[in-house]
């Protein structure tokens, strides 16, 4: 692994001649992924910026141009028409300012009277590297480019520590005015959410007070990337609790929860109706937001980093990691959000192939169970059915077991290889969608979702199954690679 100091991961850089090589090179990556956004060189970490704008979703990530490593971070800019075909827009914010010298962290978007606003964090630093996190705002402009406000909208408090970042701007109608929730850390150390409000988008801005959460006062050490949303009239918080461990989740200290319940402005409290739960049980899901100004009150859209902070990934070695997911459509059922594919992601299908044993790179599967009982479902083995991603359905627990410790390349090793996802209903359908470091699993028409890189070698395009039908389609592209800076 390569060690890298922080001149070298802090470098700001001069112009696209910089990376260009370092783009051709990684371009011929076995790994590069044909429809998920992924960072054109370097590292890509949290979806930024993500909304419905003027019919075209826009859509940025966390991106540090020089190599797979948590350096100086942008927001690298891509824009589709209909969220299944990307195609990059070059850098969206550039650290290039006194408050953000040290990176454009995360934020998110809205679209409101004609304008794309956005909101991030600028993450400033002094010489002795002491931090101060800014608010700050930016305008999409004509030529497709964001033009960053000179000021600040508000610094940090002093009565919270210095992790105070991740602006989440949303409309409050009945209310008339404009909320900012900021993923912060109390000074004793407890993740918690601040919140600002303002009747303007661009100025104004007050703090209202701390998020009261009744229950989860302690739990979790900072909470990153807050995302707020109501769907069929509920409210979902969503947000990134690190620092801790939670039941069921191995020796990661990095989740991406949700609960469900009831936001209220006038006392700034949201009131879960139940426990937590996660929004996905896989290995690499995190600081997951919506898009914003989509329109529709019944359900939302979500997009996540595949990956975890503090983690590393076998294309390090290439000098790229990380992608973002399939965006993903939310909706409540029985309490609990159901998760999706987007209803149309069928265009990408290519040719149906025959399921005898062979595993494309790239390719949707759809797995029926052939009844009520176990189904073993093992991805990426070896042309014996030894190794790979394996699968396993119990069905007295409903439960479904991931384990990745059998393939070649292994990763992550210390925060564990296998993981479960529990279902409510008996397993009946698994739709996979894999590619080339990917795979996504969605249970029982979205009753709950799995997400982790996988990094097979030649040797390991088989599958086996037990307890179950299966239908392959190889997909076809929707991404483009080109090199826009
Ligand atoms: C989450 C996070 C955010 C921060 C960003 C920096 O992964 O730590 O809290 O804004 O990444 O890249």
């Known amino acids: 692994m390569k060690e890298w100091t922080r001149e070298e991961r802090y470098r700001v850089l001069q112009g696209p001649e910089d990376i260009r090589d370092l783009y051709a090179r990684i371009q011929t990556s076995a790994y590069r992924q044909r429809y998920h956004v992924q960072p054109i060189t370097g590292l890509s970490s949290d979806p930024n910026g993500f909304a419905l704008h003027k019919g075209t979703w826009h859509l940025c990530y966390q991106w540090c141009p020089w190599g797979a490593v948590h350096g100086l971070k942008y927001w690298y800019h891509v824009t589709s028409p209909d969220l299944i075909h990307w195609q990059n827009a070059g850098i969206g914010l550039a ?14 978007a809205i679209s409101q009277d004609g304008e794309l606003v956005f909101f991030y ?11 101060t996190p800014y608010t700050c705002a930016a305008v999409l402009g004509e030529d497709n480019r964001p033009r960053k406000l000179e000021k600040p909208l508000f610094g940090p408090r002093d009565d919270h520590s210095e992790h105070q970042r991740d602006p989440k701007v949303v409309w409050n109608k009945e209310k008339g005015k404009y909320y900012i929730f900021i993923g912060a850390q109390t000074l004793d150390k407890r993740g918690c959410v601040l919140i600002y409000e303002s009747e303007q988008l661009l100025s104004g801005w007050r703090f209202a007070g701390e998020l009261k959460v009744p229950g989860y006062e302690a739990f979790g050490g900072m909470w990153e990337c807050p995302y707020i949303v109501n769907i069929s009239g509920r409210d979902v918080l969503i947000f990134s609790p690190q620092y801790t461990k939670l039941p069921g989740r191995g020796e990661s200290t990095n989740h991406n929860v949700y609960l469900i319940g009831t936001m209220d402005y006038d006392t700034l409290t949201f009131t879960p109706d139940g426990p937590y739960r996660h929004l996905d049980y896989g290995f690499d899901f995190y600081a997951a937001q919506g898009a914003a100004s989509i329109g529709d009150p019944d359900r939302a859209i979500l997009i996540a980093w595949i990956g975890l902070p503090d983690n590393h990934y076998p294309t390090e070695e290439e000098d790229w990691e990380g992608s973002l997911s399939l965006p993903r459509e939310l909706r409540i059922r029985d309490g609990k959000l159901v998760q999706t594919p987007l209803p149309g992601l069928e265009v990408l299908r290519d040719t149906q192939i025959a399921p005898e044993g062979k595993l494309p790179a790239v390719c949707e599967l759809e797995l029926t169970a052939s009844g009520d009982g176990d189904v073993d479902f093992n991805l990426f083995t070896r042309a014996d059915g030894t190794g790979g991603l394996r699968l396993h359905y119990d069905s007295a627990s409903k439960r479904c077991t991931v384990d990745r410790s059998g393939m070649d390349k292994r990763f992550n090793q210390a925060v564990g290889e ?21 795979a996504e699993i969605f249970a029982n028409d979205g009753e709950a979702t799995f997400t982790t890189h996988v990094y097979p070698t030649e040797r390991e395009f088989n599958y086996t199954l037990n307890g179950g039908e299966l239908k392959i389609w190889k997909l076809k592209p929707s991404v483009t690679d080109e090199f826009i800076v």
């Open 95 to 108: 650290p290039d300012c006194f408050y953000d010298n040290r990176g454009t962290h995360s934020g998110s």
């Open 418 to 438: 296998t993981l479960d996802m529990p279902l409510d209903a008996p397993l009946k359908k698994l739709r996979v969608f894999i590619d080339r470091c990917s």
């Open 121 to 131: 964090t600028g993450n400033h630093r002094d010489e002795d590297w002491t931090r």
